[in-house]
């Protein structure tokens, strides 16, 4: 019982707040600063910033500096989106999970 609480309370705590949501191509804003994650179809990810993007290629700051991806090589993109559900998930869940843990680790009443 005590371990499939602590696999619960340790999944619910590190859980994101975030998820990627697959976009075309061509749909993606210039203007908006967001955060991508490319498959290219080698099967390598990359995340980034955007920096810019035009018909042929789309520049990402990653980790390492600035990649340029061509159009051809990428076989999906995907968006960094906020989920308010999973946020109020994390913020509610956690308070009482630390609690039970606390209880179940004998340092209750």
């Known amino acids: 019982m005590k371990k499939l609480f602590l696999l619960l309370l340790f999944s619910t705590l590190f859980q994101s707040c975030s998820g990627y949501k697959s976009i075309d191509y061509n749909n993606i804003e210039n203007e908006k600063k967001q955060k991508f994650k490319v498959l290219k179809l080698d099967k390598e990810n990359i995340k980034g910033k955007l920096i810019s993007k035009n018909e042929k290629l789309i520049v990402l700051e990653t ?10 090589e990428i076989y999906d993109v995907k968006v960094k989106k906020f989920s308010f559900l999973k946020s109020l998930g994390l913020i509610i869940v956690t308070p009482y999970g630390l609690i039970f843990l606390f209880l179940a680790l004998g340092g209750g009443m």
């Open 63 to 72: 980790k390492v500096g600035l990649q340029t991806i061509t159009k051809e």
